[in-house]
């Protein structure tokens, strides 16, 4: 058997008020039928009220007929609300002219003086409110002119439906607004909750790529320099220097396994602040000091910074990684590369050198140099990178400042090695 999914429970007489209220009158669905059936009821209650009263101010055929003319374009309200207010009072001046009995038509004419009210401005509907106030004064005048209680009562109904409906524009004009607001803020949630989900797979990608560029590269140093002992002079093979080179690699991997799982964890887990684990910062910079010595670089570090916010130190830390990256894979044997890093008052600057021949022009480009770019974006600094100016030999420089907040001078770390 199928499951049946329980029906939603209908609305109640009161919640069904307060939305056709609340909604605008000219989108409503089913307004036409909505006001052929409300003209159907007040005509209706005028006919009532005309066959309630006396002989001699019961309506004829021409009455009945000025009756029903007076209802009909209520159909078409909420289209052409002036309109038919005009085509209203029109058949309703007559059947007062003709002295029927006035409160048959009232119901009909008060319902399209609200329609007006609530669906054009203040000052139109101010100005309407006086015209049809100074026509029902004058047709009092000329048909009862002693009924002052009939006056006040005509002047007070027009006056009391017309701010009536000035009231209800008002309320919905809120009410609007509230839900225009309501929905633009769940559209800004969505439009963050996409843009934060964005701005992870981009740290994601440019962590993966850092690490695995920066572990593959010195895998493959360190290969180079085993195979190179292994085919240099096999009677006299230096087994020291092949374990040596196996156990750096070694080393590496395990250094990038463990932090690909911490970069993974972030994609599995739902909250991603507990696991991303502590962030690298200027401690981790002289470990990537000897990994890159241990691919052949000479390598001269000096850190001249204290404490600063994780972002920064993860930014620094990886724009540095990259960089040492970049001259073991193109700085060619042995490059002497300089790693600078200095605080300065709401600034810290990094520069790392090489004296290697740089990128091959002709190579295909990678993602490094905008990655590390975009960590200086990251955290509102800047880079730049390519060739020394005036280098003889070659060389190639990155440099970047990154905004901090005031920190003092006292070195973090220093050292420098040839």
């Not at 003319?69 to 007062?96: I, N, Q, W």
């Not at 395990?254 to 599995?268: C, D, F, K």
């Not at 990178?385 to 280098?391: I, K, M, N, V, W």
């Amino acid at each position: 058997m199928h499951a049946t999914t329980p029906a939603a429970p209908r609305p109640r007489v009161g919640e069904r008020v307060i939305a056709v209220i609340n909604g605008d009158p000219l989108a409503a669905p089913h307004r036409t039928r909505n006001d052929a059936v409300l003209a159907g009821v007040l005509l209706t209650a005028a006919v009532c009220i005309g066959l309630l009263t006396d002989e001699g101010r019961r309506p004829d055929a021409a009455g009945w007929a000025l009756l029903v003319a007076a209802h009909v374009p209520l159909v078409g309200r909420r289209h052409r609300p002036l309109l038919t207010l005009c085509l209203v009072a029109a058949p309703v001046a007559a059947f007062h002219g003709l002295d029927y009995n006035h409160s048959a038509p009232v119901p009909a004419t008060l319902v399209a003086l609200y329609t007006v009210a609530t669906t054009g401005t203040v000052r139109r509907t101010l100005g309407i409110g006086s015209v049809v106030i100074g026509l029902g004064l004058t047709m009092n005048a000329l048909t009862n002119p002693d009924g002052m209680a009939e006056l006040l009562r005509i002047t007070g109904w027009v006056v009391a439906v017309l701010f009536c409906g000035i009231d209800v524009r008002y309320y919905r004009h809120y009410v609007a607004s509230i839900v225009e607001r309501a929905e633009r803020a769940e559209r800004t949630r969505e439009e963050e909750a996409r843009r934060r989900v964005a701005e992870e797979r981009l740290r994601v990608a440019r962590d993966l790529h850092d690490l695995l560029a920066h572990s593959i590269t010195l895998i493959g140093v360190q290969t180079s320099v085993a195979a190179h002992v292994l085919t240099a002079d096999p009677e006299r093979l230096d087994r020291a220097a092949v374990a040596k080179a196996l156990d750096d690699i070694a080393e590496t991997c395990r250094t990038a396994r463990g932090e690909l799982r911490t970069t993974l964890e972030v994609l599995r887990e739902q909250d991603a602040s507990e696991a991303r684990g502590p962030l690298p910062g200027l401690r981790g910079l002289p470990d990537l000091a000897e990994t890159a010595r241990a691919a052949g670089a000479s390598v001269q570090l000096s850190v001249r910074a204290g404490e600063l916010p994780p972002a920064i130190g993860a930014a620094v830390y990886r724009i540095v990684q990259e960089a040492l990256t970049n001259a073991v894979r193109h700085a060619g044997p042995e490059p002497s590369v300089r790693v600078e890093v200095h605080a300065e008052p709401g600034a810290l600057r990094l520069s790392v050198t090489d004296d290697g021949t740089g990128p091959d022009p002709a190579g295909t480009p990678g993602f490094g140099l905008v990655g590390m770019r975009e960590r200086a974006r990251s955290v509102g600094g800047t880079l730049d990178a390519g060739p020394l100016e005036g280098g003889a030999g070659g060389g190639f420089e990155v440099t970047a400042v990154l905004p901090t907040p005031a920190t003092p001078r006292t070195p973090l770390t220093s050292e420098r090695a040839g």
